[in-house]
């Protein structure tokens, strides 16, 4: 399989100036990209606590605006997800941003709840290909010993993205006087990112400046048995097929809701507690900050079992084992009002969500081939979306009746339970697949 990989890549004719490490200027652009999805996404977020003041809005008509972008999100994830393995990646993602960014941009004209729920389900829809688009360029372009590493670089602008937003769309807001430009200055973001995407992203094979070496290492790093031209066309009842499928699919229903907890939700839970809005915007840094330790710790602690010999599943599931159930301590923050210690324990609750994160975006890439990982990512990312949706309504309704509280709580608890099915079944199979789907991991 190796020297096959090499008489490849060897006899590929190459148009362009050789580059070294082709495959990290790939994951650069995932990061970026990462980065201006949620700065678009938390833009609205940012805003929250001020649009709440000039529009009326409880915590149940915010709730609804937020789901409103989730029920796009989700299902459209499940959508583009298929057809990122039908179009290819550099499409697939290409359209998706340039469409998201429109939509953000005409947030900047809503006139109220009605035309907000409107443009936030346009957002939903074009931002739902970032998961499955990411997860599949990494399965295209790196080796299984990379791709946690790729996973946490291309993941962590989650946080990074999460973090900066408060300050660029505050700081807009301060020059301006008004929220309206911080929608238009924001998605202006991602057509600069698309010119440079169009131009420079190519799956390994095509690509005009990998050279033949880095080729060669990449394919040699597919674990397939059947080379995709030759394989059994991939469908959504096909992969459901797989307990794997299904352990993403609930694993992920259970666990993301908590990023969307902190991304959503935490200005107002801090303002909830008596804080000034100076102090919620800047509250924001330390899960962000928290979350994106998270991702390189675990994409390091994954590596370093791999190159320990460990079997790539064992050293996925070992993270989410250590970290998931850890979660627990995010119950403490019912104890406190302190500011600083919320601070610091929601930065550690984001660092292990950040943890198991990871694992869950790269499981997809180790346990399917590449020609499947976009289908699997949107049916796993639909389950995460009906998850979010379930629980935005019911973060708004109990903050409205009761308070936070029982919403952290719960937070706290149901990580482990996400952990027990990440665990149980997403196990490799003791027989090969014959179709090549599903991969020994």
């Known amino acids: 399989m190796a020297l096959a990989g090499s008489e490849q890549a060897a006899s590929v004719v190459r148009k362009g100036r050789p580059i070294r490490h082709v495959r990290w200027w790939i994951g650069v652009l995932l990061f970026l990209v990462t980065v201006i999805n949620y700065i678009d996404r938390q833009t609205l977020s940012s805003l929250a606590p ?8 409880s915590k149940s008509d915010y709730g609804f605006i937020l789901n409103a972008f989730r029920v796009s999100y989700t299902v459209m994830q499940m959508v583009f997800g298929r057809i990122l393995d039908v179009i290819g990646t550099q499409h697939g993602i290409g359209i998706s941003v340039a469409f ?3 939509a953000g941009a005409l947030t900047a004209t809503a006139q109220g709840f009605r035309s907000f729920v409107f443009f936030r389900f346009l957002l939903g829809a074009g931002e739902a290909t970032n998961n499955p688009g990411g997860a599949k360029a990494v399965s295209e372009w790196f080796p299984a010993r990379e791709r946690a590493w790729a996973i946490a670089l291309f993941n962590s ?8 937003a408060p300050f660029i769309v505050m700081t807009i807001y301060w020059c301006f006087g ?4 911080a929608f238009l200055i924001t998605a202006s973001l991602g057509f600069v990112w ?5 131009k420079f992203y190519r799956k390994p094979e095509d690509h005009p400046n990998i050279t033949d070496e880095e080729l060669a290492y990449i394919q040699q790093g597919r674990s397939s048995s059947v080379e995709a031209g030759d394989a059994p066309r991939v ?3 096909k992969v459901l097929r797989y307990r794997q499928t299904w352990g993403l699919i609930l694993g992920r229903f259970l666990l993301d809701p908590f990023w969307f907890l902190m991304a959503e939700w935490y200005a107002l839970y801090l303002k909830s507690k008596g804080f000034s809005l100076g102090q919620s915007v800047l509250g924001f840094w330390a899960p962000f900050l928290g979350a994106g330790l998270g991702n390189f710790f675990a994409g390091g602690l994954s590596s370093y079992f791999v190159n320990r010999g460990w079997a790539v599943g064992r050293s996925r599931r070992s993270v989410l084992l250590i970290f998931g159930p850890s979660m627990l301590m995010l119950s403490l923050a019912t104890l406190t009002s302190n500011y600083y210690l919320l601070l610091l324990i929601f930065a550690y609750a984001s660092f292990a969500y950040a943890c198991c994160g990871t694992m869950f975006l790269t499981l997809p890439t180790d346990v399917f081939h590449t020609r499947a990982v976009g289908t699997v990512m949107g049916l ?5 979306g009906i998850g979010t949706l379930i629980s935005t309504f019911l973060i708004g309704w109990v903050a409205d009746k009761i308070s936070f509280e029982p919403v952290i709580v ?6 482990c339970i996400a952990t027990v099915v990440f665990v149980t079944l997403i196990r490799a199979n003791k027989q090969p697949d014959p179709e090549g789907i599903l991969l020994h991991f």
């Not at 001020?50 to 809005?57: C, T």
């Not at 602008?157 to 900066?164: E, V, Y």
């Not at 008004?178 to 430009?181: A, N, V």
């Not at 719960?410 to 990580?415: E, G, L, T």
């Open 100 to 102: 998201y960014s429109v």
């Open 235 to 237: 469908t959504w009842m």
């Open 178 to 181: 008004t929220w309206r430009p």
């Open 50 to 57: 001020i649009l709440q003041g000039e529009y009326g809005w």
């Open 194 to 198: 698309l010119i440079a995407w169009l």
């Open 410 to 415: 719960a937070a706290s608890i149901i990580p």
């Open 157 to 164: 602008g989650c946080s990074i993205g999460g973090a900066l």
């Open 380 to 384: 796993a990312g639909a389950g995460a």
